[in-house]
């Protein structure tokens, strides 16, 4: 599974964003809060050229802060030459420092400038990204005291969309790459993964626990006249992104004729076939094989169009089964997207797989050769008839299902990574798989049963629930990031 073929259509989020920047007013307070609440994912190259660029990067952030810095001297309410020990907000008991902020400040300009939006003033643009620190010190200190910790899983899903996005297959070459620039890098990664899924963690917690959505709710929203702008068609799709080393407008000319090169070809590949993983496989070992980074994405399964990035909604939803876009340059990289199916939710008939599995996970203690050996051993003890059960319940690193006997439930159709789908589908029904790697380790999956089941209505209430939810979030999280700010100690220095 590559960078962009995730269950959640992760790509949306970064797609979408820059369409709406390029359209509408810049939303600058969101802006510098996703700057300063990112994760790491994509932020730590291990290629040589990537340490240059993150380098020649640096070099440029600190030019621009020192200008800003002395622009902003004259007529911010916060300037430089504030506070000899360099703290310019004590936030509760933890100092911003000035340093701090003119960081943040040059890496929003530069961000800004990058989507071809106009910088704010100095004082607009300043007091923006300091007032997203102080709420970031804010949540992290708020995340100390309440000991929020995210799952091992979450941290190694993050880190192991990492590790895919450079070409890695594992977490343990994922710590061998990164130790080899610097010791003790992959520790500091991971410790930032953590950070960031802990904020995502408490954000998600305190968001929830104040919208309240009742099923008279959902009842309501779907006899209202509102309910019928629910995209009932269901798009499932292969996105390809060819991704650039840098911003398109900061990127050699030979980069973006030899990435429009890539593209073309996966649009060729594209009408043939299906296979998004071959696609992928025919790239990475002919035109794209020494281009600047890997090339993305999969299938991505089926999705409404509200549920797609804007752009690749206004471009698939006109197609054709099977037809194919034309390269479509994002600041990012370029996009090539094929419509492989569309289903209409109003009657929505689907295959469900009743399944266990044993999960043996690849960690820092325990190497990719042990779990195979260990995976393996059970897998000739199930040869030799053993319960399932039993041995998912006294073995698997699953922490969800094993206290069930491994039980994962039905199962749909792109609810699960590609490679345990893939398997699953393969496997006759009462029997067991042979041992298979994902990105969380070894797995041997069973499959107890196969049925058909209409979830049209599953489906109609959760998009409403999905609506209501998307309506009110918004609004929750202001009152609570106010309420956090109204009821912290802040001092900025004057």
Request: net charge negative; glycine share 4%; with cysteine.
């Amino acid at each position: 599974m590559t960078a962009l073929n995730t269950k959640h259509y992760e790509s949306k989020q970064s797609c979408s964003q820059t369409n709406a920047m390029g359209t509408s007013k810049l939303n600058l307070k969101k802006l510098t809060e996703a700057l300063l609440v990112s994760t790491v994912v994509g932020a730590f190259s291990v290629t040589a050229q990537a340490e240059d660029k993150a380098a020649d990067s640096t070099t440029a952030a600190q030019s621009v802060a020192t200008t800003n810095s002395e622009a902003a001297t004259a007529q911010a309410p916060i300037s430089a030459r504030e506070s000899s020990n360099g703290i310019i907000t004590l936030v509760n008991d933890t100092p911003i420092l000035k340093s701090d902020l003119a960081t943040a400040v040059a890496s929003a300009q530069m961000r800004i400038q990058a989507i071809g939006q106009p910088v704010p003033s100095a004082q607009r643009l300043q007091s923006e990204v300091l007032n997203s620190l102080i709420l970031r010190e804010l949540q992290l200190d708020m995340v100390q005291r309440a000991g929020i910790r995210p799952s091992p899983d979450a941290v190694n899903e993050s880190l192991a969309r990492l590790a895919q996005a450079q070409g890695l297959t594992s977490l343990s070459e994922l710590q061998q790459t990164l130790d080899a620039k610097q010791p003790g890098r992959y520790a500091a990664v991971r410790a930032q993964v953590i950070e960031e899924e802990s904020l995502k963690a408490l954000q998600k917690s305190q968001v929830s626990n104040r919208v309240r959505i009742t099923e008279h709710d959902i009842d309501a929203f779907l006899a209202s006249p509102e309910a019928q702008k629910l995209q009932s068609t269901e798009y499932r799709t292969i996105h390809i992104r060819i991704p650039f080393s840098d911003d398109y407008n900061r990127i050699t000319e030979s980069e973006k004729n030899t990435a429009m090169q890539i593209a073309q070809q996966t649009q060729e590949l594209l009408k043939t076939t299906n296979d998004a993983q071959a696609v992928l496989t025919q790239l990475s070992s002919g035109i794209a094989k020494n281009y600047v980074a890997p090339v993305q994405g999969g299938d991505m399964g089926y999705h409404p169009a509200s549920g797609l990035p804007t752009d690749i909604a206004r471009q698939i939803t006109p197609l054709e089964i099977g037809q194919v876009t034309a390269p479509q340059i994002t600041p990012e990289g370029i996009d090539v997207v094929k419509l492989v199916d569309k289903r209409n939710s109003d009657n929505m008939i689907i295959p469900q797989w009743k399944v266990r599995h044993i999960l043996v996970k690849t960690d820092e203690r325990n190497s990719d050769a042990l779990v195979e050996q260990r995976v393996n051993d059970l897998y000739e003890q199930l040869r030799r008839d053993a319960d399932f059960a039993a041995l998912a319940a006294t073995y698997s690193d699953d922490p969800g299902s094993a206290g069930r006997g491994g039980d994962l439930d039905w199962v749909t159709e792109g609810q699960m990574v590609p490679e345990f789908e893939e398997m699953m589908k393969r496997t006759p029904e009462g029997d067991f798989s042979t041992p298979f790697k994902s990105q969380f380790g070894w797995h041997i999956l069973k499959v107890e049963g196969v049925r058909e089941k209409d979830v049209s209505d599953t489906v109609k209430r959760n998009l409403a629930r999905e609506a209501l939810f998307q309506r009110l979030a918004p609004q929750a999280q202001e009152d609570w990031l106010q309420e956090l700010r109204a009821n912290a100690y802040v001092e900025i220095f004057n």
